[in-house]
């Protein structure tokens, strides 16, 4: 697959015949400088390495990342930061390295590459959980905004929702502060909450020269600020807003912003649906969440989180309504058929995890399910509709969990996990405010069916839509992995013993075992 700018301003994708189902599994809104959202599309993870002009730098940030499946598609002298989540107890990554530490940055080269490899700074048992990657290319920097891991399992099986924009380099740097716009400035926040700094280049001399025993990277002392990067790009045409979440206490509700202050989590989220509705009458009449994970749900956290989407709550608790949001999570129906059509990717479900031991979900009749799942997904997208019949979108790596988007206690939003997405909106033309009750919901559904497919647009090989989202069956019981492991040892001998079960391609599979104590007999 080749990735090129048009000077329209759309983003192409082509394909070669070579190109299957099996490994076009990321989603990818192509988004438009003239704020059009064009649709949804599938491309190979290695496309976004590739523009006309020369690959000068990469930084990523992962929860996990396969070092040597990455390793291949990085070109020869370029530096590489990886920002990764770790082990406060052990200060190890899932994937092991041959040193530990702790918050801070250590070059390490591994598989004919270097690498500087940033611990940010982790509370109260938070992960980093953001997937934020920058291309720096000798023309543009490419950011994309994804719910994927940097790992072969999660880039060529899992369905995945990314989101990305080129933006061109400016001719005689650095680029005036204006420049950054609301997005650049937003992006510079971020990282530099996760400790991102920039260091001489090659790395390894400098390590060379700083280090004090052979063979143990120490801390760089030489560094400078990710604005030395982002301040040689343009971003005022940027067609979206970043959500992101940062671990510690903030103040309660959206504050005005300004050059040094952002909003996280809820608040984030409560500041951008505002905006978008405007008035504040204008509240969200339903809402759907597509999330990979369910965390530990309680009553306190489904109100401030159905608050802070628009739903209007005190007119629910009035009018005794049920609370028009639903998760959109795979029931135990539709994974047990994945696994019993001898899917070759169906193991990938064990990404998906379920912890609402108070089954908040649902007692509040709120779970749903695609009809039909091809393959196991992996995305993380929060989409509501304004009674003015505005369809806002969230896509990014927030699960529907406390950790990911905070609660408020004493009047502070407490944050655990680094998070990070993309928002923006869409106008509806069809107008369903004067549809019957009974046919309203019907109506909004086909609406978000019709309105998503645009937007959201798998392509594998033949076009095709999302399967169609269904509430649950008062019998319907959700998909939870940690329950399921003879049925997932079973599938797993079966997959093996037909020559199906790829080693390369099920690297959350083989964590799951570890974590579980699963051993085939």
Not at 111 to 130: D, N, S, T
Not at 406 to 429: D, P, Q
Not at 492 to 500: A, D, R, V, Y
């Amino acid at each position: 697959a080749v990735v090129s700018t048009q000077s329209t301003g759309y983003i192409k994708i082509t394909y070669n015949s070579s190109c299957t189902p099996f490994v076009c599994s990321i989603f990818l809104l192509l988004v438009r400088a003239s704020n059009h959202i064009q649709s949804l599309t599938m491309v190979l993870f290695s496309s976004l390495f590739y523009s006309p002009s020369r690959l000068v730098s990469i930084v990523a940030s992962t929860y996990v990342c396969e070092w040597k499946w990455f390793a291949e598609f990085i070109p020869p002298n370029i530096p590489v930061y990886v920002i990764i989540s770790y082990d406060t107890k052990t200060n190890q990554s899932e994937e092991p390295l041959l040193v530990k530490w702790g918050p801070g940055t250590r070059v390490i080269s591994m598989y004919g590459k270097e690498f500087a490899v940033i611990h940010p700074l982790l509370r109260g048992g938070g992960i980093m959980h953001a997937k934020l990657f920058l291309f720096e290319f000798e023309t543009h920097l490419r950011v994309i905004v994804s719910s994927s891991n940097l790992t072969r399992h999660d880039c060529e099986t899992l369905l995945q929702n990314a989101w990305y924009q080129d933006f061109p380099r400016v001719d005689t740097p650095p680029a005036p502060p204006s420049f950054l716009g609301h997005f650049g400035r937003e992006v510079e926040d971020f990282l530099n909450k996760l400790s991102m700094r920039l260091l001489p280049y090659p790395f390894q001399q400098q390590q060379q020269e700083e280090q004090q025993q052979p063979g143990t990277p120490s801390e760089p002392t030489v560094s400078f600020p990710i604005s030395d990067l982002l301040s040689n790009f343009d971003f005022r045409r940027a067609t979206v807003s970043l959500v992101a979440s940062v671990p510690g206490m903030w103040e309660k509700g959206p504050k005005v912003r300004g050059e040094s202050h952002f909003n996280y989590g809820l608040n984030r989220l409560k500041e951008l649906i505002g905006n978008a509705a405007r008035d504040p009458g204008n509240h969200t009449r339903e809402a759907y969440y597509v999330t990979s994970a369910i965390g530990y749900i309680t009553p306190p956290f489904l109100n401030q989180f159905s608050e802070a989407i628009g739903l209007n709550m005190a007119k629910r608790r009035l009018k005794g309504d049920p609370l028009e949001l639903g998760i959109v999570f795979p029931s135990m129906g539709n994974v047990e058929s994945m696994l019993y059509k001898e899917n070759p990717l169906s193991l990938g479900c064990v990404t998906v995890r379920y912890h609402d031991r108070t089954n908040m979900c649902s007692s509040q009749q709120m779970l749903h399910d695609f009809a039909t799942y091809p393959i196991p997904i992996h995305c993380k997208i929060l989409f509501g509709l304004l009674y003015s019949s505005t369809l806002w979108v969230f896509a990014g790596s927030h699960n529907f969990t406390e950790s990911s988007w905070g609660s408020y206690r004493a009047n502070k939003l407490a944050l655990s996990n680094y998070e990070v997405g993309i928002f923006f909106t869409k106008e509806i033309e069809k107008d369903i405010e004067g549809s019957s009750s009974s046919t309203r919901k019907q109506d909004y559904l086909s609406i978000l069916d019709f309105e998503l497919n645009q937007l959201l647009h798998p392509l594998l090989i033949t076009p095709q839509k999302l399967p169609r989202i269904i509430p649950y069956k008062p019998i319907t019981a959700p998909w939870v992995s940690h329950e399921q492991k003879q049925l997932l040892i079973e599938a797993f001998i079966n997959l093996s013993e037909k020559g199906l079960f790829k080693e390369e391609l099920n690297y959350h599979w083989k964590q799951f075992m570890l974590e579980n104590n699963v051993v085939p007999s």
